[in-house]
């Protein structure tokens, strides 16, 4: 049976009953994929048996024998066959959200209510008066599309990656993975794609040594890529764990009692408005309210639009973290560079000697912790946590440490 996404377009949403070479089963028209030549439906029901399944259900077009559309609206008949019906439906745009009787494995929320939550975080995005423009790709098919996609980014040396899914972990299920590079935003619809799409380059771009992967909590993705799809990740960059380390530096050794979330990292460390805040809310919100909605299909563009966006503040994420992580070595190498050339010059003949013969007292001295340097440390620190130090010990230790002022 030859499948075409357009004739379909106008049935997304509709209830459908299709008959199998095994058997009859009726859902919710939910996507047409003619690369994979197949329907997803969702809400299934086996009309043999009267059993219900909930989720989404895959029939491939080999072992379709006929699609009928069920309870055609501004139609006296109950069924009509699909390929009769198309023309009529085509004048009828208007998809319907949710038919009644297509089973009792629907999600656990209605598929209204995750309409008007995609609708809220529409709003949200359009009431943005400086709205930031971000232009994505959308990866759902292998046809000229994932090739290209893979190219780009292999050619990178730092990719930030995210994931979207129910439970994501071994025994989860991963909807979303979203790859951006400086220049260009993918996301890929694993959903869609299935396990093929890591044996057509994900899987070597993932675990290719060569490619930073920014992240942001990695625990989870790399358990449920390792176990569900064989995928060892690699050259991680997480952002949770560079936020902690950094409230380490400034704390003088202490760790967070907690790790923070990515919205709380991007409102520290990137100061990004409070209506990104808002759209990161209202997306969390509708995937708590009902999980399932990450496999939608199609896909709301405004929650498209929210990945991408959050897949581009990874990477602006992983460039401020990394300037306020290195701060302090490039303060320290700031005093190596004045070590020498600010002074007179006169001990550098003692130390060369050392150098070229060994001396035990002379390489030691060449060896120590300049002062310069440990000047620049200590004044970045007093200068930017308020601590004080007392002068080292013979060993070079700091012996005590104490906070400023009140």
């Known amino acids: 049976m030859a499948l075409s996404s357009e004739s379909y377009a106008a049935l997304l949403g509709r209830a459908v009953k ?27 029901k086996n009309l043999e048996t009267g059993r219900s399944s909930p989720g989404i259900k895959v029939f491939f077009a080999p072992e379709i024998v006929t699609v009928e559309l069920l309870d055609e609206p501004d139609s006296g008949k109950g069924t009509t066959v699909l390929s009769e019906c198309t023309s009529s439906v085509e004048r009828n745009k208007q998809v319907d959200t949710g038919p009644a009787g297509c089973g009792s494995g629907s999600s656990p929320v209605p598929l209204e209510s995750q309409l008007r939550a995609s609708s809220n975080l529409k709003c949200s995005l359009s009431e943005k008066k400086e709205e930031e423009n ?17 190219l780009h980014l292999k050619q990178q040396c730092v990719v930030s990656i995210a994931g979207e899914g129910v439970n994501l972990c071994r025994y989860g299920k991963l909807s979303w993975l979203e790859i951006a590079s400086k220049s260009r935003i993918f996301l890929f619809d694993i959903f869609l794609l299935g396990p093929q799409a890591f044996k057509n380059g994900l899987q070597m771009l993932l675990e290719d040594k060569n490619i930073l992967k920014v992240m942001h909590d990695c625990r989870w993705i ?19 764990v560079a936020d902690a380390l950094q409230f380490s530096v400034e704390t003088g050794g202490f760790l967070p009692h907690r790790v923070c979330t990515l919205q709380e990292c991007l409102m520290q460390h990137l100061k990004i408005p409070s209506k990104w805040a808002a759209i990161m809310n209202c997306r969390q919100q509708m995937a708590s309210e009902n999980p399932d909605i990450w496999f939608l299909r199609p896909f709301p563009p405004s929650l498209l639009k929210a990945l991408a966006l959050e897949a581009m503040h ?4 992983h460039s401020s973290l990394m300037e306020n992580l290195m701060s302090d070595l490039t303060a320290i190498v700031h005093g190596y560079l004045n070590t020498y050339r600010s002074g007179s010059g006169g001990h550098l003949c003692s130390t060369k000697v050392a150098h070229l013969h060994g001396a035990a007292k002379g390489a030691a001295s060449a060896l120590r912790y300049p002062d310069a340097a440990k000047r620049e440390s200590n004044q970045k620190l007093q200068n930017e946590q308020g ?13 005590e440490k104490r906070p400023t002022g009140g």
């Open 18 to 44: 299709v008959t199998l070479k095994c058997g009859v089963f009726q859902g919710v028209l939910q996507h047409v994929n003619p690369d994979r030549r197949s329907l997803l439906l969702r809400a299934v």
């Open 134 to 150: 971000v232009e994505y790709t959308v990866i759902d098919s292998f046809q000229e599309k994932i090739g290209p996609a893979v």
């Open 222 to 240: 790399s358990d449920c890529l390792f176990h569900q799809y064989g995928v060892l990740l690699c050259n991680v960059f997480d952002t949770q």
């Open 314 to 317: 990874l990477l602006l994420l």
């Open 387 to 399: 601590w004080s130090f007392d002068q080292t010990n013979t060993h070079g230790i700091q012996k």
